[in-house]
């Protein structure tokens, strides 16, 4: 499946907020919004940028499409789904997109950034209900249990993360017992730490 490979710290500076896609980079002095905190490009210093109206829309749904790591017609779909489903539209698109097998992975504390959970689930190191799922965009459901493969239990990658992100919690939606993670409910808007304003993005795709 396609994915960005291009530097990403350059889409953290185009929105001008951490996006955390280095992982425990993103916390220290080294981080690119803490030393450049201006957009990307030859003009990005000099150039004062007045959004209003679609400028501001558009910014809003590319920081989402960026925070969890997909593509435009990968992210139509998501949008698209959720219209269709009853409720809120926004906030059933957030709850798609944290619902995202690689998403519950970087949540509940085994990987230090959505890209290497991405890569970690591609990889075959993590089970659902006991069965090898290596789908990032597989959806999880509440009941759902998470374990780490037996033969990965003591891959570098894996320990290294639950020991750099301990003490950060995971969501209220989620339980982590060192051993395996399940979801316990769907999540809600307040559960969803995220600094969006997804009403724009429906606005945006109902043009």
């Known amino acids: 499946m ?10 953290c500076r185009r929105e001008g907020m951490k996006l955390f896609l280095k992982g425990e980079r ?3 002095e080294k981080c690119a919004i803490e030393k450049r905190n201006f957009p990307p490009g030859q003009h990005g210093k000099t150039r004062k940028q007045k959004l209003a109206g679609y400028g501001v829309q558009l910014r809003e749904k590319q920081k989402v499409k960026r925070i969890y790591g997909v593509l435009e017609d990968q992210f139509r779909r998501y949008f698209e789904a959720a219209d269709r489903t009853r409720g809120i539209t926004g906030e059933t698109l957030l709850q798609l997109l944290e619902r995202r097998f ?12 959505r890209p290497q959970a991405r890569q970690l689930v591609r990889h075959g190191h993590f089970l659902i209900n006991g069965k090898k799922v ?33 003490g950060r919690g995971v969501p209220a939606w989620l339980t982590f017992d060192g051993a395996s993670g399940k979801v316990m409910s769907l999540p809600t808007r307040e559960q969803i730490n995220l600094p969006v304003q997804e009403q724009l993005i429906v606005e945006l795709y109902s043009k």
């Open 2 to 11: 396609a994915r960005y490979t291009g530097p990403a710290c350059r889409l």
């Open 134 to 166: 290596d789908i990032p965009s597989y959806s999880l459901r509440a009941g759902d249990v998470v374990t780490v493969k037996a033969a990965s239990e003591k891959n570098a990658t894996i320990v290294h993360a639950m020991e750099e992100v301990k």
């Open 26 to 28: 993103c916390y220290t």
């Open 102 to 113: 690689d998403n519950v992975i970087y949540r509940l504390g085994l990987a230090t950034s």
